[in-house]
């Protein structure tokens, strides 16, 4: 009960909190914007030949205001926009007009959560054991060269580094395609070809991910472990006998994964950003081409269901890993 009334509440208090401040960002920033949905389609309609009469005009207005739910006040908009929220109806698209929103999302998500879940499985994993071992081993080379190599990696953007392995490894040496999720006309299926075909295009968006991911929970972990080994426990243990192996796992990599925890649940919105810039540049069949293309064609509908997805996804992770991090470290029970 004490965890439940100290902890558990006030926890799921300020998530709900930031998700609503977020989603209702979201909601008001576009509205900011000089780019309006509705005059961007008249003028559209009209640079297509189409001649309309003020009637027809007015009539199209309407029609489009309520489509996108621009009808009325901002506050009445808003009210709309939370309840067609909670039915998880965000209107239907400009981008590709008269497709639900919620559709495209349906297609695009899988492909994100698959390539995000994964690259961060690995890039955490990775990283982190590959740098604890370097920090502990800090004066061989080969943990050395390991450092040099993230030193530079590191503070490159997700999109140089992007762009600079689809220039070497799609263009001139051509291992892999140049864009997209599957070869064109490929139909979805559960079957090896199908997985196998994924696989390769998802191979070097991943790599990208991964290997800037894990730079950075790499050269982290080795400072934490740097640290931890100059400890006092650690260096009775030594002085104890205590085979090697078991001091760098139960004491040394066990004690200085906790901040990187706490890490992961601090840079999970960092991470989602980075793949969505990673899908656009690979022209990936994710969220992050979808918002792109929403953001270039000024698609209101499509924005707001994007980056209210995202919030919900993002903010719901940090609050598992919180409520998971007991788990971890046994000296903390929320008491």
């Given at each position: 009960?004490?965890?439940i009334?100290?902890?558990l509440?006030?926890?799921l208090?300020?998530?709900?909190?930031?998700?609503?401040?977020g989603?209702?960002?979201?909601f008001?920033?576009p509205?900011?914007?000089?780019?309006?949905?509705?005059?961007r389609?008249?003028?559209?309609?009209?640079?297509?030949g189409?001649?309309?009469?003020?009637?027809t005009?007015?009539?199209?207005?309407?029609n489009?205001?309520?489509?996108?739910?621009?009808?009325g006040s901002?506050?009445?908009?808003y009210?709309?926009?939370w309840?067609?929220?909670?039915r998880?109806?965000?209107?239907?698209?400009?981008?590709q007009?008269?497709?639900?929103?919620?559709?495209?999302?349906g297609?695009?998500l899988?492909?994100?959560a698959?390539?995000?879940?994964?690259?961060?499985?690995?890039?955490?994993?990775l990283?982190n054991i590959?740098?604890?071992?370097?920090?502990?081993?800090?004066r061989n080379?080969?943990?050395r060269?390991l450092?040099?190599?993230?030193?530079?990696i590191?503070?490159?953007?997700?999109?140089i580094?992007?762009f600079?392995?689809?220039?070497?490894?799609?263009?001139?040496?051509?291992?892999?395609?140049?864009?997209?999720?599957?070869?064109i006309?490929?139909?979805?299926?559960?079957?090896?070809?199908?997985?196998?075909?994924?696989?390769w295009?998802s191979?070097?968006?991943a790599l990208?991910?991964?290997?800037?991911?894990?730079?950075?929970?790499?050269?982290?972990?080795k400072?934490?472990?740097?640290?931890?080994?100059a400890?006092?426990?650690v260096?009775?243990?030594k002085?104890?006998?205590?085979n090697?192996?078991?001091i760098?796992?139960k004491?040394v990599?066990?004690?200085?994964?906790?901040?990187?925890?706490?890490?992961?649940?601090l840079a999970?919105g960092?991470?989602?950003?980075?793949?969505?810039?990673t899908?656009i540049?690979?022209?990936?069949?994710?969220?992050?081409?979808?918002l792109?293309?929403a953001?270039?064609t000024?698609?209101?509908?499509l924005?707001?269901?994007?980056?209210?997805?995202?919030i919900?996804?993002?903010?719901?992770?940090?609050?598992v890993?919180d409520?998971?991090?007991?788990?971890?470290?046994?000296r903390i029970?929320?008491?």
């Amino acid at each position: 009960m004490t965890f439940i009334r100290r902890y558990l509440i006030p926890r799921l208090i300020q998530y709900v909190l930031v998700t609503f401040l977020g989603i209702t960002a979201v909601f008001f920033i576009p509205r900011f914007l000089p780019n309006d949905p509705i005059v961007r389609t008249i003028t559209a309609i009209q640079s297509r030949g189409a001649t309309l009469d003020p009637a027809t005009i007015d009539e199209t207005v309407t029609n489009l205001k309520r489509m996108y739910g621009l009808e009325g006040s901002w506050l009445e908009q808003y009210g709309n926009f939370w309840l067609r929220l909670f039915r998880a109806d965000f209107g239907v698209s400009f981008f590709q007009f008269p497709t639900p929103v919620s559709k495209l999302i349906g297609i695009a998500l899988p492909w994100t959560a698959g390539l995000l879940l994964t690259t961060t499985f690995l890039n955490w994993t990775l990283g982190n054991i590959i740098g604890g071992l370097a920090g502990y081993y800090s004066r061989n080379r080969w943990s050395r060269a390991l450092d040099a190599v993230a030193m530079v990696i590191r503070p490159l953007p997700y999109y140089i580094f992007a762009f600079a392995l689809l220039l070497l490894l799609a263009y001139w040496v051509r291992w892999f395609p140049v864009s997209g999720g599957t070869a064109i006309g490929r139909k979805v299926a559960f079957n090896w070809p199908f997985i196998k075909d994924v696989l390769w295009h998802s191979f070097l968006p991943a790599l990208s991910l991964t290997i800037l991911g894990g730079a950075v929970n790499f050269q982290t972990m080795k400072l934490i472990v740097q640290n931890v080994n100059a400890e006092n426990y650690v260096q009775y243990a030594k002085l104890g006998g205590i085979n090697e192996s078991r001091i760098v796992s139960k004491y040394v990599i066990r004690n200085a994964i906790l901040p990187q925890i706490t890490n992961l649940a601090l840079a999970l919105g960092q991470i989602f950003s980075g793949a969505l810039i990673t899908e656009i540049v690979f022209s990936y069949p994710g969220l992050g081409t979808l918002l792109y293309n929403a953001i270039v064609t000024g698609d209101y509908n499509l924005i707001m269901g994007i980056t209210t997805i995202s919030i919900v996804a993002i903010t719901t992770a940090i609050l598992v890993v919180d409520l998971l991090y007991p788990f971890w470290d046994p000296r903390i029970r929320y008491m």
